[in-house]
């Protein structure tokens, strides 16, 4: 297996967090790799024998050529065979509205082909990169081009404050101190986002507590859940139980030895 984060090019930096890649071998082990909600919407290219995902019914269907994965509120299983090669970006919280189609309420907790969830104009640029040595980077030109005229408006950098704090400044007192009426806010979000900011600040707090308890070897859970901004560590729990389906304990030991192969595979 190996995977890989880089940062985008410059242009990119202010709406992706990273562009990855993904590969795997048939020989390799490591057939299923749950995803945890992060608030982020990725867009994602299947250069080889693409992956099968998981959905809530248990039905799996093969991921697209291409496909944008939504902001999801539930764990996502990939389940991989065969030769796997897969290149992600991943946008900013607030920032992947300007190429998907049809709005951001549309694509939350869904998978969908790039042929009805993304902008005509940048679909058929994005495709046409597919087959070239250089995909990687040409894709990367191809939505700076396209995202670069974005206007950064007052609510975009309220939302960005959100973010920034990773959940714990509550939404009303960010739309209070930007002068912007909750219910505007909340209309916002959903065109943009996908999701409430309540729910974006709660995937953004589980995600925050999730990197600190994975990083300690013997983790206080009550200093955490504060740390973090619940009220308390049952709190916590419960998001930890709706976000990824599992205590933190639980999930901190499932998920780190495949943190240990992914860090082995960076460093190859």
Known sequence: MYYQEKPPIPSLEPFVRCVWRHRTDIKDNTDCLRLFPDGCLELIFCCQEPPNYQLP?????????????????????????????????RFRPTRASRI????????????ACCTESLNKIIRRKLMECIAKPTKILDIQHVLSD????????????????????????????????????????????????????????????????????????????ANVAIQCGYYDQSHMIRDF????????????NQTRPILALISACRQR
């Open 146 to 221: 396209h995202l670069r005229s974005t206007d950064d408006t007052k609510l975009s950098k309220l939302a960005d404050e959100i973010v920034k704090s990773k959940g714990r400044i509550p939404a009303r007192s960010v739309a209070e101190n930007f002068g912007v009426h909750e219910r505007r806010l909340r209309r916002w979000f959903t065109d943009h986002v996908g999701v409430t900011p309540q729910t974006l600040s709660r995937i953004l707090r589980f995600r925050r507590a999730f990197d600190l308890i994975k990083a300690m070897h013997h983790p206080n859970l």
């Open 241 to 252: 139980n709706k976000f990824a389906g599992q205590s933190p304990t639980s999930l901190v």
């Open 57 to 89: 019914d248990g039905m799996r269907c093969a991921l697209p050529e291409v496909s944008l994965i939504g902001t999801f509120s539930q764990p996502l299983e990939l389940h991989f065979q065969g030769q796997t090669d897969l290149i992600g970006i």
């Open 100 to 111: 998907v189609s049809g709005g951001m309420a549309a694509m939350t907790n869904r998978i």
